[in-house]
């Protein structure tokens, strides 16, 4: 009994310590879009958002992204059940909607890039290549840190360990999938009701 509440103790430490890092990263994105509010005018004569950006790709990036977010959801209420094979087939698909995410991402930088659009051209530019790749970044970590709870679900099953880390995993993807919220709304969805 004392060492299960010695385990429950510690698991309370680890998410807190997790909320903390989420918070950090909450100002980190804070400052980010803040930025990003300062600079978004300042094309030094070259194409702003309005001109750049194409609505129906980060529709598109928004709708994988979401749906993404529920699979990851399905993929906790898996683990809660101890169904690893159900687990399993959720981890996948949330893996491969995070990957179409990032393609898509990926896609619309190397076009910008393509057509003389790089972090080079503005601050404009600057500021959103910084603010939409540090989110890829986190979505990148985010996938290695599912595709690594992939293997050693495969290898060792639903533990608690592992549940520990999918628990924090699901925490991390649904943030991001609320900061992505606020750039399609502030970065691509303003430049075309403006």
Same mark, same amino acid.
């Given at each position: 009994?004392?060492? !299960?509440? !010695?385990?429950? =103790?510690? =698991?309370?430490?680890?998410?807190?310590? /997790?909320?903390?890092?989420?918070?950090?990263?909450? $100002?980190?994105?804070?400052?980010?879009?803040? +930025?990003? @509010?300062?600079?978004?005018?300042?094309?030094?004569?070259?194409?702003?958002?309005?001109?750049?950006?194409?609505?129906?790709? @980060?529709? @598109? =990036?928004?709708?994988?992204?979401?749906?993404?977010?529920?699979?990851?959801?399905?993929?906790?209420?898996?683990?809660?059940?101890?169904?690893?094979?159900?687990?399993?087939?959720?981890?996948?698909?949330?893996? @491969?909607?995070? $990957?179409?995410?990032?393609?898509?991402?990926?896609?619309?930088?190397?076009?910008?890039?393509?057509?003389?659009?790089?972090?080079?051209?503005?601050?404009?530019?600057?500021?959103?290549? +910084?603010?939409?790749?540090?989110?890829?970044?986190?979505?990148?970590?985010?996938?290695?840190?599912?595709?690594?709870?992939?293997? !050693?679900?495969?290898?060792?099953?639903?533990?608690?360990?592992?549940?520990?880390?999918?628990?924090?995993?699901?925490?991390?993807?649904? /943030?991001?999938?609320?900061?992505? $919220?606020?750039?399609? +709304?502030?970065?691509?969805?303003?430049?075309?009701?403006?």
């Amino acid at each position: 009994m004392n060492e !299960q509440i !010695q385990h429950s =103790e510690v =698991e309370d430490k680890t998410i807190f310590g /997790f909320w903390v890092y989420l918070m950090t990263d909450l $100002i980190i994105f804070g400052v980010l879009f803040g +930025t990003y @509010a300062v600079l978004r005018g300042n094309t030094f004569g070259g194409p702003t958002g309005r001109e750049l950006f194409d609505l129906k790709g @980060a529709l @598109a =990036e928004t709708l994988i992204l979401l749906t993404s977010s529920f699979t990851c959801g399905m993929m906790m209420l898996s683990v809660y059940e101890n169904k690893k094979n159900r687990t399993m087939f959720w981890m996948a698909l949330t893996f @491969a909607l995070g $990957i179409a995410f990032l393609s898509l991402e990926l896609s619309e930088f190397s076009r910008f890039v393509a057509d003389g659009n790089s972090w080079q051209r503005s601050a404009f530019l600057s500021s959103f290549f +910084t603010l939409v790749g540090t989110h890829g970044l986190h979505i990148t970590i985010g996938l290695l840190w599912l595709a690594v709870a992939m293997v !050693q679900v495969w290898t060792r099953g639903l533990t608690p360990f592992i549940t520990s880390k999918l628990i924090r995993f699901s925490f991390f993807w649904h /943030f991001l999938d609320v900061v992505w $919220i606020f750039i399609f +709304t502030v970065v691509y969805l303003l430049p075309h009701a403006i």
